[in-house]
């Protein structure tokens, strides 16, 4: 079993922290088939664990990471530590996720750099212990010959880790951006293994705008003359200059534009003009140190099969089926077909030139909408026999995930009768939000978390009728 927080009694012993905690890894030595159709001979897992798990082992917390997280979500890894885990803000004694009630693991997916099977590890296939004389006898990592992973293939490992630990349903699964993917996705394909579902600042899937964010960020690394198509490693060279713009691109979207005006408006770093290229407003010196931080502790490999598997994410895939119709049905497209008849009318009564304009925009109208039903649909069709209880919370400046499609998720769950609740918080941070100790916010989890689940408040042999909330 993993290694549980230790309380320290040094300069890290914050209030509310889990102290001093000690990552464990796990390894599996069967073979694990990824969706695209590769598989891993073996894999290992790193994962860290705070509070203590009670004797039904009732009271676990899954917590799932973001794009550039890893499983140091709480606490500090030495006395000398400067730096407490990603979402230490959320976990710990009286937080959020309570540690003195809940027993939290976070776990480094495969694919990381951070511990976990990944670029970095080494591949099996290279190793050749019983031929000395291959000219390829000296085990090499995986670079990129490391598959391309889902997220669906993420939860399959936290799920085969589940079995390891011996927990059968977990009190709640909780993640913010990629991380709420994750939780959304448990829902979906392990419906009786979870109770509760959070979902913060998350989508059911990428927009056209974010998938294309992504690819400016993947060919800023994958054209650095650096990178050696992946072996970068083997070459004794690194893909820094495009693993800094692809990290500059990817924190301009985290941002909002008051958030960034707020904090350096125009300003200048040296207080006047230089005429060059080099950095002189504020901005710019805050993106290359963000971008110039990254790059020092993280893949470049790994950023390349992580963001795509934001673009494969999409919870529908496979039910999209008989049960998604192709074409609108007659309930649901009534409003287009009304707006129809007024406009066909009007043009037919004016006989103007602009004719043409209006039915190419009634086309539109009639399309958005026919793609509008048919994705919430899918989403139905998808969490139709989900199990668990949901919190889906937004952020009112978030544009990289905007409020908008946390609502499509509370659309699709209401419309199927799930118990959900929606907060969207009013927060200056962008999609950043997610990470700040916001007390609505840190709120509505604590509360979510704590309260009883909905089956456990009604009456034996009384009927569960779902319910949606929003706030």
Known sequence: MPKEAVPSTDAVDSVGSVGIVTPKIFHFAEPLTLECN???????????????????????????????????AAGFHSSDDKKAGWWDNMIGPNKAIDTNQFYVVC?????????????????????HADDDTSEHSESQVYGPDFPLVTIKDWVKTQAILSDRLGIDVWHAVVGGSMGGMQALQWSVDYPDRLKRCVVIASTPKLSAQNIAFNEVARQSILSDPDFKNGRYLQAGTYPRRGLILARMVGHITYLTDDAMKAKFGRDLKSGKFMYG?????????YLRYQGERFSENFDANTYLLMTKALDYFDPTRGYLTSDCPSAPSTETTEPVAELEDSIGASVEAAKTATQIELEDDLAVISNNEHNRQQELTALKAA??????????????????????RSQEIVDALMATGKPVNYINVDAPHGHDSFLFDIPRYMGAVRGFLTAPFIAERQPKNTRQQPTGARS
């Open 277 to 285: 290229y080099d950095v002189e407003f504020q901005v710019e010196s």
């Open 38 to 72: 590769r598989t891993l001979p073996s894999f290992d897992l790193i994962v860290e664990t705070y509070g203590t798990l009670n004797s039904d082992k009732s009271n676990a917390v899954l917590i799932c990471h973001a794009l550039s997280g890893s499983h140091h």
């Open 383 to 404: 969490f139709a026999h989900t199990q668990c209880q949901y919190l889906v919370v937004s952020f009112t400046t978030d544009w990289r995930f905007a409020p908008e």
């Open 107 to 127: 776990v480094n997916n495969i694919g990381s750099c951070f511990g976990s099977t990944g670029p970095t590890t080494i591949n099996p296939d290279s190793v």
